[in-house]
């Protein structure tokens, strides 16, 4: 009797948490999570492998007990199947909790949806009716491998969700074709170093199903666009950006990516994204194209097999007397996985020495390329080069040789290429050279060899290219704009902000206003130590060089908000919300700015209302100005307010009209952009401050842009008219009878 007092008790729960989970789903849309069923939500990852195990068990018992020989294992099939209900619609529940978070944007988050609910409704039919059901074995078996199936189709879409669509069935179809059978020549950096990395150890979270921030890091496309906190990578920043700075916080750091408990990258994986950050990020470069000597070519060379048709007919050097060798300022490596060759390359100035070339003769049939750019390298170091008769690529670049020591290379016929750019080396000395046949290439940029003398080289050396370097004299390039370093969504502050600029071209000249006007060469200053602002304004900030052409202009809005209320009621909600909070209000507080894009987390629309929200204060307080941060996007129909109300006063019965603001429209068709639209208030006391923002209830008839006069010139300007003229008028439509209003997009309020 005791047993089924407590089964009815737990069947009773059962029964209020799929009558929840009924409200939820017809009233999903108005519900907004509160915090503590947001923590309830997030263990949907750790109940929901019980549903799955209880109600396979459950199976299991019942096509047992519907034999009367088993009848003995009644009781306890009740408790699995009752168990199973209860598990099955609190991991519904949790789900659904989940869901709201935001990230999830995918068919296989709906199909996963409806499955899981299915799955806590036949599951809670089924114990309601299992006196019935048992009567059959067709029908337990059917009931059982119906729920099995929706139970299946539900864990495989979670773990799409989860872990990308194809997490379960990749290894079935994943292709044989690994790094090691990818020729270094047909390596791509981005699609064999980085992108296996992004999937192995990003994709689950970043992925089509399952976007957290906002972010996919799916395609190039939106690898570029970046997610809500910003793009991935900066390369003029000194930490290259968001990316970086995320997988090199502490592990138990909120934001450390990957998170805790996932695969985390290794320090080879981390290696591989800075140097390809750090390298531009592009996405077609080969490996091959690199220089010898980059650092990220020399580690994907331990990943690809070599391209070269060559055989090496040496032994590979000994592993021992190779580590031995590797020091911080020597690395050697091998020239692909497998491979005899080794690559040599030197660091250091301060620490190299002649006789670091002298320890590599236990190695020195090893050796196929050899680096030494920018070491103090003399002639006489060159005879010991000499004796590494294996060597095919010889880098000398900016070293302190003349062309003397070039007679004891005159051994090594197997070199192909060797870089003497940035040397003393003239034409004359190049002779030894000659006696080497399988010479291809030689690098003479920035010597005094120079156009003059390439007939003399070309009789010479008639199977050698000469590379003298590009000549751009005659070439005015125009510099890249300067960046100014302020994540998009922080460009609101209270008391004051410290603003950096920075130019990806380094010896340029930033210069910058705060007032709204063209920065120009002469007058703007000249940008030295970040610039510290206390109020509202606009920063505009253009490059300069001599011989350039100066960059395009930068400009980016700054917000001060000194003032905070204490809590904000909206007494008219907007259709869409595009952010957890927009309903009480907490989207214009946040001090967080939207971007150009209707689409963004912090814009709040009103299409079908006028926006009416109270502000208020515990304290009275003066309030000089009020700004609405806002968006106007003419193709999507969202412009400015047709009229801006502020009323303020003690209480709701002693309000008082402080100001009227009626925003100009467009009249041009033009880009998205933000602007804040200001309400300057007269300095009284007040503790309530109602908005009230009226839409434009008939749109402006647009132009497009007028042409810009340098691109256009009269000629064209009278051909155009004149073939205007010509063409036959084209019937009139008739107008709509009603034209549509305006949407507004609002961010921030901000108060001073």
């Not at 019942?62 to 294992?73: A, D, G, R, W």
């Not at 689409?599 to 006028?610: E, H, R, V």
């Not at 908005?691 to 497009?704: G, Q």
Request: hydrophobic fraction near 45%.
């Amino acid at each position: 009797m005791k047993q089924q007092n407590w089964q009815r008790f737990f069947f009773n729960v059962c029964i209020v948490l799929n009558c929840l989970l009924a409200v939820l789903l017809i009233f999903g849309s108005e519900f907004v999570v509160p915090p503590f069923l947001q923590a309830f939500g997030r263990a949907h990852p750790l109940l929901l492998h019980f549903p799955i195990v209880l109600l396979l068990l459950a199976f299991l018992f019942e096509m047992l007990i519907v034999s009367p020989k088993q009848i003995t294992f009644q009781t306890s099939a009740d408790w699995m199947l009752l168990a199973a209900v209860l598990t099955t619609v609190s991991a519904a529940l949790m789900g659904l909790f989940l869901s709201k978070e935001g990230g999830y944007e995918s068919n296989d988050l709906t199909i996963h949806k409806w499955t899981g609910v299915m799955c806590a409704f036949i599951s809670f039919t089924w114990y309601t009716l299992k006196s019935f059901i048992r009567k059959s074995k067709l029908l337990t078996a059917a009931t059982g491998i119906f729920t099995t199936v929706i139970l299946l189709i539900a864990g495989h879409k979670g773990a799409g969700i989860t872990h990308g669509e194809e997490f379960l069935l990749s290894p079935l179809f994943a292709t044989a074709e690994t790094a090691a059978d990818i020729s270094l020549d047909d390596a791509v950096v981005y699609t064999h170093l980085v992108q296996p990395i992004i999937e192995k150890k990003c994709m689950s979270c970043h992925n089509t199903n399952k976007a957290k921030g906002e972010l996919i890091m799916a395609t190039r496309e939106l690898l570029l666009k970046g997610g809500k906190s910003g793009k991935l990578w900066d390369t003029s920043a000194v930490d290259l950006g968001l990316m970086m700075q995320r997988i090199h916080l502490p592990a138990d750091h909120k934001e450390h990516m990957p998170p805790e408990g996932k695969p985390q990258l290794t320090d080879e994986e981390a290696r591989i994204l800075y140097l390809w950050i750090k390298g531009g990020a592009s996405f077609t470069a080969k490996v091959t194209e690199l220089p010898a000597s980059d650092s990220l070519r020399l580690l994907a060379a331990t990943f690809f097999k070599s391209g070269d048709a060559e055989k090496y007919d040496f032994e590979a050097a000994d592993e021992s007397a190779v580590s031995r060798l590797n020091t911080e300022y020597r690395i050697i490596t091998p020239l692909a996985t497998g491979s005899p060759a080794l690559s040599v390359n030197f660091y250091g100035v301060s620490q190299f020495k002649g006789a670091q070339l002298a320890e590599l003769s236990s190695i020195k049939n090893n050796i196929v390329s050899l680096h030494l750019g920018g070491m103090p390298v003399k002639d006489e170091d060159l005879k010991t080069i000499g004796e590494f008769v294996n060597l095919r690529d010889l880098n000398l670049t900016f070293t302190k040789i003349n062309g003397e020591g070039l007679k004891y290379l005159s051994g090594l016929q197997h070199l192909r290429q060797i870089s003497l750019s940035g040397t003393g080396i003239h034409i004359n000395r190049l002779r030894p050279l000659a006696q080497l046949k399988n010479l291809r290439s030689v690098s003479l940029w920035n010597t005094s060899i120079d156009n003059k003398d390439m007939a003399s080289l070309k009789n010479s050396f008639p199977r050698v290219s000469f590379d003298l370097g590009y000549k751009g004299d005659t070439v005015v390039a125009v510099l890249a704009p300067p960046v100014i370093d302020i994540d998009e969504e922080k460009r609101v502050f209270d008391q004051s902000l410290s603003v950096v600029l920075k130019s990806p071209v380094s010896a340029a000249k930033i210069r910058y206003t705060t007032d709204g006007s063209e920065p120009d060469s002469i007058s703007s200053p000249l940008y030295k130590k970040p610039i510290n602002i206390d109020q509202s304004l606009i920063i505009k900030a253009r490059a300069f060089l001599p011989d350039w052409i100066s960059s395009k202009t930068v400009s980016v809005s700054f917000y001060k908000n000194s003032i905070k209320a204490d809590s904000i009621y909206l007494t008219t909600l907007p259709e869409q919300k595009f952010v957890a909070d927009a309903r009480n209000g907490n989207a214009f507080t946040d001090q967080l700015l939207g971007t150009a894009d209707a689409g963004a987390a912090n814009w709040i629309g009103y299409k079908l209302n006028d926006f009416a929200a109270f502000l208020l204060f515990k304290k009275a307080v003066v309030i000089n100005s009020i700004t609405f941060g806002t968006l106007i996007d003419v193709s999507r129909t969202i412009f400015p307010p047709a009229e801006i109300q502020v009323w303020g006063g003690a209480d709701s019965g002693s309000l008082k009209l402080l100001a009227t603001v009626k925003p100009a429209q467009p009249t041009v068709r033009q880009p998205p952009y933000i602007t804040g639209i200001k309400c300057i208030l007269p300095s009284q006391p007040v503790k309530m401050i109602k908005l009230v923002a009226k839409r434009v209830l008939k749109i402006p008839v647009l132009k497009n842009p007028v042409p810009n006069e340098q691109q256009a010139s009269k000629q064209q300007l009278k051909a155009k008219s004149a073939n205007k003229q010509q063409q036959p008028k084209a019937p009139k439509s008739k107008r709509p009878k009603a034209n549509p209003a305006g949407v507004i997009y609002f961010d921030e309020i901000l108060l001073n």
